[in-house]
């Protein structure tokens, strides 16, 4: 499966935000980063493609025709690729459970690892909502936070077929950034609680352009980040061990390359614990 010999070789690839169709997605560096590592399985966990923007201006170029390409040849050469949509591509929620070219389309799933672990594999969007209104939704209850993930779906599948913009947690969350990280904090925690709910060991997600990965209240959370700003993904490997990937950003020519700018060498692939602290502290 692999496309160059010293590839990376991994068991599962988890990949999101990449808004493939606006001018922020890194196109060049993602196929720099799928040139150097293979993959069993490739969970797509939302706003691959960014429907949005497309909506509003056509932006395609064949970079980001490049990274499509990509994909379809790993999973003509036997991986298997499951493509969880976001809020972004929501367009795809109208075709769950089929398949296209060999591509699965879920809303979310449960993915055992090599170890035995499970984790629910969902973008994240469907708790805008939630975590925006968390305080008054606790006293209400259980009945409430279900409402409210109804609510969040529906309301913005009508709010795309009206022609107007997705209400996202994240846009909204950037207006006030100095609170940022207490929502990060309090998305973390609902989708650990969710994962919980469906009997999981952890969870994996996109959404927020945070990539993490920590133990919250006895659970796994992982976040695979983003390809417009931070460059991350998460991979498991054969033991089941999970782990966060930085892809190292292009050095300049004069730069070094003593071990402190490893993490900036083209074609590296760096655990984020040694690439240092993440790009993208804000929401995204």
């Not at 708790?127 to 009945?143: I, N, P, Q, S």
Request: charged share 25%.
């Amino acid at each position: 499966m692999a496309d160059d010999a010293d590839a990376l070789r991994v068991r599962t690839l988890f990949l999101s935000d990449l808004h493939l169709g606006t001018k922020g997605c890194q196109a060049e560096l993602l196929l720099d980063f799928l040139r150097a590592v293979d993959a069993d399985e490739i969970y797509l966990v939302g706003d691959i493609v960014d429907g949005w923007k497309l909506r509003a201006g056509w932006y395609w170029p064949q970079a980001h025709n490049d990274v499509v390409q990509k994909l379809l040849r790993k999973v003509r050469k036997g991986s298997r690729l499951v493509y969880v949509p976001g809020n972004h591509d929501e367009f795809l929620r109208d075709f769950l459970d089929m398949h296209f070219g060999g591509i699965e389309i879920q809303d979310q799933l449960l993915h055992e690892a090599a170890d035995g672990k499970r984790y629910l594999v969902i973008h994240g969007d469907q708790f805008d909502l939630v975590v925006r209104h968390a305080r008054w939704l606790a006293l209400l209850g259980d009945g409430a936070y279900t409402a409210a993930l109804f609510v969040n779906t529906h309301l913005n599948r009508l709010r795309r077929r009206l022609g107007l913009t997705y209400w996202s947690l994240s846009a909204w969350a950037k207006l006030k950034v100095k609170n940022a990280v207490n929502f990060i904090g309090r998305f973390e925690e609902f989708l650990v609680a969710e994962a919980r709910r469906a009997g999981a060991d952890g969870v994996i997600c996109g959404h927020i352009h945070h990539a993490a990965s920590r133990e919250i209240q006895g659970l796994r959370y992982l976040n695979t980040g983003d390809w417009v700003e931070s460059c991350t993904a998460v991979v498991e490997h054969y033991d089941g061990r999970m782990e966060v990937i930085r892809f190292a950003e292009w050095a300049r020519a004069s730069a070094p390359a003593g071990p402190a700018e490893a993490a900036r060498l083209p074609g590296r692939l760096v655990p984020a614990a040694e690439a240092g602290p993440a790009a993208a502290r804000a929401v995204a």
